[in-house]
């Protein structure tokens, strides 16, 4: 069985870009997190996606959206790309109504120049 | 605020030792709790999963959780160099839906000494 997947897997971008990151996850699961991973601050909650809809999203900017399709598949756009956005951006999935604690794909680094 | 708090280490430990690893969190509602094991550069992978109070054991590893004091706690017995790595210890609400997702400390960096 597949686990979750994400692209790419480095991206590197030039400050007032914006970065498309996608996330696949593991088949028959309907939630899709999405956490960032910057330097000394750990690992840090960003979008909630279930059911095609974004359920809920942590403390950050607008800037920060995406979006899930009807496969399940994920998104996450960030606009005007700011030097501290350079981080691990990490992908977790689960199924609701099971073991919640999220698998995570292998990430993307993205670097902010 | 929902916090977990980890020491950051590095904590050393002679290999074949055991090493010891903790946390605390901050949110009374928190009810599920999991370790994960993040290689450098790598994304974080679980090894442990603790909704009880008590001990929970797994090969090398036992996760053990006081909800009366926040607290939880990982060790690792006969410690392996390939155990070096960071750990994560997360909350969950479990207040239905995962909607706040996992509260994660920063990590324990653990460096197992030949």
């Known amino acids: 069985e597949a686990g979750v997947t994400q692209s790419p897997t480095h991206l590197i971008k030039t400050r007032g870009q914006q970065a498309t990151l996608r996330c696949s996850p593991i088949s028959g699961h309907t939630s899709v997190y999405w956490y960032q991973q910057a330097l000394g601050l750990g690992l840090q909650f960003l979008l909630w996606y279930d059911e095609g809809e974004e359920r809920n999203r942590g403390n950050f900017p607008p800037r920060f959206s995406g979006r899930q399709f009807p496969n399940y598949s994920s998104e996450l756009n960030v606009n005007a790309l700011e030097l501290e956005d350079s981080a691990l951006y990490l992908c977790?999935?689960?199924?609701?109504?099971?073991?919640?604690?999220?698998?995570f794909g292998q990430g993307t680094r993205l670097t902010v120049v | 605020q929902k916090e977990v708090e980890q020491n950051s280490g590095p904590l050393s430990v002679p290999e074949g030792a055991i090493a010891s690893l903790n946390c605390t969190y901050s949110d009374r509602g928190s009810q599920s709790f999991f370790w994960y094991r993040q290689y450098s550069g790598k994304s974080p992978e679980l090894i442990m999963s603790?909704?009880?109070?008590g001990d929970k054991e797994d090969g090398r590893f036992t996760a053990q959780l006081n909800k009366a004091s926040q607290y939880v706690s990982l060790l690792i017995r006969d410690s392996q160099p390939s155990d070096s790595a960071t750990y994560l210890c997360?909350?969950?609400?479990?207040?239905?839906?995962?909607?706040?997702?996992?509260?994660f400390g920063k990590g324990t960096h653990l460096i197992i000494q030949p």
């Open positions: 603790i909704y009880s109070n």
């Open positions: 977790a999935s689960n199924s609701l109504g099971v073991n919640p604690a999220a698998f």
């Open positions: 997360a909350a969950y609400p479990d207040s239905g839906g995962g909607a706040d997702g996992l509260t």
